[in-house]
């Protein structure tokens, strides 16, 4: 068949591809043992290393480089993925999942469902564990690793939202949301922002160490602007801290005790640890 080559280590000839390809599989490339092994029809496709796209029959304009990328994945609509990297997206199979860009090693490396479109992850174990995840970033060393069916993630940083399964969650910055487990619609800018909060929701950090709290927290509502700003707070909700060290002694929510204050400009409130509605 014209408009195809391949270069394959196998006993086989290459001469077998001839038979089993049709027409419409031009513009296919394959290097390596078994890559595009099982291809019919399936146009422009490319893969390069050993068993990359190997179980691939018909879907169309894939790239995949590395180690048994994309290796399992066969789908009349799965289209349009590109990888970069040992094992990335090799734990998908028959699906229909499209849209996809793994670059890294073990990037998007988990079982996807045909949901998990437009899924984004640069960065060794990237959105490793993704299965219905859909239209999530991740940029960094495990960033977005632990993320299985959350929607609408976005992650830069090393281990930026690393535990994260909740929705609409922003992190950039190294470890940045990185407790953050269920906890959904959460913005943290900067290293460590917000790192300890857990499952609460809706909180806005912004700055080093801003919200950063200990592991395993549950606070909501909060928005802290500035280096260390809210910087121990645990259970705290509907806090507002503007500036370096406001409100960074502030802690649990004990009987509605650490809720409700404003600080505005630097160490402002910064003793404040059990006090509600203060300004």
């Known amino acids: 068949t014209s408009n195809q080559a391949f270069i394959d280590l196998k006993t086989p000839s290459s001469d077998d591809f001839d038979v089993r390809l049709a027409s419409d599989a031009d513009g296919t490339v394959a290097v390596g043992m078994k890559a595009l092994y099982a291809l019919t029809s399936g146009a422009e496709n490319l893969a390069v290393g050993y068993q990359s796209l190997e ?53 998007l490396s ?106 395993n927290q549950n606070n909501n509502s909060n928005t802290a602007i500035g280096w260390n700003s809210m910087l121990t707070v645990t259970t705290g909700q509907r806090n507002v801290a503007v500036g370096y060290g406001t409100l960074d002694a502030l802690t649990t929510n004990s009987a509605d005790t650490a809720n409700g204050n404003i600080a505005v400009g630097y160490n402002s409130l910064s003793s404040l640890v059990t006090g509600a509605a203060n300004i």
């Open 55 to 107: 179980d691939m029959t018909t879907g169309s304009s894939n790239v995949a480089v590395g180690y048994q990328s994309q290796k399992d994945l066969n789908h009349a609509d799965a289209d349009c993925n590109v990888t970069l990297g040992n094992y990335t997206m090799d734990g998908v199979g028959a699906v229909a999942v499209h849209s996809c860009t793994a670059v890294g090693h073990n990037a």
């Open 110 to 215: 988990g079982a996807l469902t045909a949901d998990a479109v437009g899924s984004v992850a640069v960065g060794r174990e990237a959105l490793e564990a993704n299965t219905e995840g859909q239209y999530n970033t991740a940029v960094g060393y495990k960033a977005g690793e632990a993320n299985e069916t959350g929607d609408g993630l976005t992650a830069v940083g090393y281990n930026s939202l690393l535990l994260s399964t909740g929705n609409d969650n922003t992190a950039i910055g190294r470890e940045s949301l990185s407790s953050n487990t269920g906890g959904a619609a959460n913005t943290g800018l900067g290293i460590w922002a917000g790192y300890g909060n857990a499952t609460g929701g809706g909180n806005t950090y912004v700055g080093a160490s801003a919200g950063r709290g200990t592991a």
